[in-house]
């Protein structure tokens, strides 16, 4: 799948959505402004960004759901707590996103700032292709009723809300009950997600091609407590039989969705969670190798250089990774200087 033609009479236009707390952000969102101005290509900002990014030639827009409407593209200046956001407006416009990475990990993101006029020419030359993210669609049930519905691009996590009480949970899959634990939590992933808050848990890291779903416990005090990965088909669920210890009806446990999106939980509160209906697209650039970034490396690659892992002495394809692990140290210790993301809960 690649970029869309122009609608006929329509020029091209993407929505841009930064993280306008950092100056970095509004640096790197004026000069991709003013270069896809060049090649002919408008931008859309938020009304909420716009003052701080200072554009008079971008069109604003309302924060709503047609504001990706007809555009190309999302570029997301920021880390993944940005783009996360961005997905609220990206997914149900069907419309790709494209992350510049400002953030610590950044794995969602497809380029790094040094990338800019690469992500640019390959933009206005069509030359990128879309790929789907799977998505959960989660609901939120007391004695059958159902109480919320929302959804999550990496996990939806049922957590308890006071620091000093642990959580009695029962965890379900393809409505059996598979156990009962006294928990911090659990957390509900997609692939995309493995490298997030699942990660943090202890969950295992699941290429973006698999398809399948997460269920990772959080600190669980029970004889089977370990990470587990189930069809893309099954349907897991969480219900609240309270907070170990206590006997309040009031809200013991919360439901996080990508950080970004909570619920109150009482006891009895039941949490289902299956595959989505709609995914959220992301935008590939071709391959390019820099001296401390690259934009269309494989997820292997992009694991090594986000973590700094160390593969000196590797002996593989001479063609292929020679530089990764300098690659890698490289934009580790770029990270460490980095200020933190926008508040995104724990994506």
Same mark, same amino acid.
């Given at each position: 799948?690649?970029?869309?033609?122009?609608?006929?009479?329509?020029?091209?236009?993407?929505? *841009?959505? +930064?993280?306008?707390?950092?100056? !970095? #952000?509004?640096?790197?969102?004026? &000069?991709?402004?003013?270069? /896809?101005?060049? @090649?002919?290509?408008?931008?859309?900002?938020?009304?909420?960004?716009?003052?701080?990014?200072?554009?008079?030639?971008?069109?604003?827009?309302?924060?709503?759901?047609?504001?990706?409407?007809?555009?190309?593209?999302?570029?997301?200046?920021?880390?993944?707590?940005?783009?996360?956001?961005?997905?609220?407006?990206?997914?149900?416009?069907?419309?790709?996103?494209?992350?510049?990475?400002?953030?610590?990990?950044?794995?969602?993101?497809?380029?790094?700032?040094?990338?800019?006029?690469?992500?640019?020419?390959?933009?206005?030359?069509?030359?990128?292709?879309?790929?789907?993210?799977?998505?959960?669609?989660?609901?939120?049930?007391?004695?059958?009723?159902? *109480?919320? +519905?929302?959804?999550?691009?990496? !996990? #939806?996590?049922?957590?308890?809300? &006071?620091?000093?009480?642990? /959580?009695?949970? @029962?965890?379900?899959?393809?409505?059996?009950?598979?156990?009962?634990?006294?928990?911090?939590?659990?957390?509900?992933?997609?692939?995309?997600?493995?490298?997030?808050?699942?990660?943090?848990?202890?969950?295992?890291?699941?290429?973006?091609?698999?398809?399948?779903?997460?269920?990772?416990?959080?600190?669980?005090?029970?004889?089977?407590?370990?990470?587990?990965?189930?069809?893309?088909?099954?349907?897991?669920?969480?219900?609240?039989?309270?907070?170990?210890?206590?006997?309040?009806?009031?809200?013991?446990?919360?439901?996080?969705?990508?950080?970004?999106?909570?619920?109150?939980?009482?006891?009895?509160?039941?949490?289902?969670?299956?595959?989505?209906? *709609?995914?959220?697209?992301?935008?590939?650039?071709? #391959?390019?190798?820099?001296?401390? &970034?690259?934009?269309?490396?494989?997820?292997?690659?992009?694991?090594?250089?986000?973590?700094?892992?160390?593969?000196?002495?590797?002996?593989?394809?001479?063609?292929?990774?020679?530089?990764?692990?300098?690659?890698?140290?490289?934009?580790?210790?770029?990270?460490?200087?980095?200020?933190?993301?926008?508040?995104?809960?724990?994506?």
């Amino acid at each position: 799948m690649t970029g869309w033609p122009d609608v006929a009479g329509v020029g091209r236009v993407v929505l *841009l959505v +930064a993280h306008t707390g950092r100056p !970095e #952000a509004l640096r790197v969102s004026r &000069a991709l402004i003013s270069r /896809l101005a060049t @090649v002919g290509i408008g931008a859309r900002v938020l009304a909420p960004e716009a003052a701080a990014l200072e554009c008079p030639a971008a069109e604003v827009v309302p924060v709503s759901a047609s504001a990706a409407l007809g555009a190309e593209v999302v570029l997301v200046v920021g880390g993944d707590g940005t783009l996360l956001r961005a997905a609220e407006l990206a997914r149900p416009a069907r419309v790709p996103l494209l992350g510049v990475n400002l953030g610590h990990i950044g794995f969602l993101a497809e380029a790094e700032p040094e990338d800019l006029s690469a992500a640019v020419a390959s933009l206005a030359a069509r030359q990128y292709s879309v790929e789907q993210r799977m998505t959960v669609e989660v609901a939120v049930r007391t004695n059958g009723e159902q *109480l919320a +519905a929302t959804w999550a691009l990496n !996990e #939806a996590s049922v957590e308890k809300a &006071a620091r000093e009480r642990m /959580l009695d949970l @029962v965890i379900e899959v393809d409505g059996r009950p598979l156990s009962r634990w006294g928990c911090d939590g659990v957390v509900f992933a997609t692939p995309t997600g493995s490298t997030a808050y699942a990660f943090s848990a202890g969950g295992p890291v699941v290429w973006p091609e698999v398809d399948a779903l997460l269920m990772v416990p959080i600190s669980a005090h029970a004889l089977f407590a370990r990470p587990m990965v189930v069809s893309p088909q099954s349907v897991l669920a969480a219900e609240v039989i309270g907070v170990a210890g206590g006997q309040s009806d009031t809200a013991g446990a919360v439901l996080w969705c990508d950080g970004r999106r909570m619920v109150e939980l009482s006891p009895r509160s039941r949490v289902e969670v299956r595959r989505g209906d *709609l995914p959220v697209l992301l935008a590939r650039l071709p #391959a390019v190798t820099g001296a401390k &970034a690259r934009i269309g490396a494989p997820f292997t690659d992009r694991l090594v250089a986000k973590f700094g892992l160390p593969v000196a002495g590797w002996r593989g394809r001479p063609d292929r990774g020679a530089d990764l692990s300098a690659d890698g140290a490289a934009h580790q210790e770029a990270a460490a200087h980095q200020p933190d993301e926008e508040p995104s809960g724990h994506a």
